[in-house]
């Protein structure tokens, strides 16, 4: 990509897409593209050929999803699915039928079996079951990256799909049941009056988690060296147990009451590290540790969703 290049951004808003567009601001890009909802349903079709018509973007990022943690899958499978389905394939279609250079994908650990041997690589896609509490999810997004093959395959579309562990980090849905782990923790224990918090399994599973910021920077790093519709796992290599994670979480937001665990709830998958070689062997490496992104996370929480319980 030029400086100058016309990027387009689907899903600035949110966790990743916000990420995305800082990182590429903060690098001297001039010509980045953003829409809203109201602007752009992704969920149309023909407002999505109309967008793609008349911007001709040249390069897209597409970080547009319905996300949540394991209760939010749990609950609204049909829409995780459906909204999932709907707004990639108009977007890898309509990106292809109007011209874009290259089309870069972001999808979720979550692809992967639940059993896969670890750290999970690449082909060990589509080898076994899925974890059934987000299968309509990981289902969603494995519709998107064999789209992207088969496009590239027919039409010689350039693109890449990246498969991050699990994201936290500025612009978060914080939300304390529908949101991801981390997010979650920190609005339960920033609210929490010093009274018992608990959380869903054991606090076995063991989780990798990657700031979002990395993330973005692993983005652009990607659409420089990719372009024949691969899949390439991006991680952290900081791999932690929920049950450590929480304690983290509490000592950064300030939590000093009890942590319980609701064993009737499931746990998910056991331990899903990445191996994301395919990027290191580059020359990629993550800038956070796990304290560091939790430290920013939380400030942007602070200074952002006008909490009066912050310390």
């Known amino acids: 990509m030029e400086k100058n290049s016309k990027i387009f951004v689907a899903g600035h808003r949110g966790l990743v897409g916000s990420a995305i567009v800082r990182t590429l601001t903060e690098r001297g890009y001039t010509n980045i593209i953003t829409a809203t ?3 752009v349903d992704l969920l149309n079709q023909s407002q999505v050929e109309n967008f793609f018509e ?6 897209v990022f597409d970080a547009a999803a319905r996300v949540g943690g394991i209760n939010a899958n749990n609950i609204y499978s049909a829409e995780f699915v459906y909204e999932n389905i709907q707004i990639q394939t108009n977007l890898i279609h309509y990106a292809w039928k109007y ?6 994908f972001i999808g979720s650990v979550c692809i992967y079996p639940k059993y896969a041997e670890v750290p999970v690589k690449e082909e060990s896609l589509m080898t076994g079951y899925l ?3 987000n299968d309509a999810y990981a289902v969603a997004k494995i519709s998107g990256i064999k789209m992207l093959q ?3 395959k027919q039409y010689g579309f350039k693109s890449v799909s ?3 562990s699990n994201i936290y980090g500025p612009g978060d849905n914080f939300h304390p049941e529908n949101g991801h782990v981390i997010p979650s923790m920190i609005t339960k224990f920033n609210n929490s009056d010093g009274k018992k918090i608990s959380f869903w399994g054991d606090g076995t599973p063991m989780r990798e988690f990657l700031y979002s910021d990395d993330l973005a920077d692993a983005c652009l790093f990607a659409m420089d060296h990719f372009e024949n519709a691969e899949l390439i796992n991006v991680g952290s290599g900081c791999n932690v147990s929920i049950k450590e994670l929480a304690e983290t979480v509490a000592g950064v937001v300030g939590y000093n009451g009890e942590i319980g ?3 009737s709830r499931p746990n998910g998958t056991p331990n899903r590290p990445l191996d ?3 990027m290191t062997e580059l020359g990629w490496k993550p800038q956070h540790t796990l304290l560091s992104g939790l430290v920013k996370s939380y400030r942007w929480f602070c200074e952002n969703t006008y909490n009066d319980n912050c310390k």
């Open 276 to 278: 994301y070689s395919k």
């Open 37 to 39: 909802r109201q602007e």
């Open 54 to 59: 008349k911007e001709s973007p040249e390069y």
């Open 150 to 152: 088969a496009y590239h």
């Open 99 to 104: 011209g874009v250079k290259k089309f870069l």
């Open 131 to 133: 974890e059934p509490t």
């Open 162 to 164: 990246l498969m991050p």
């Open 261 to 263: 665990w609701d064993t």
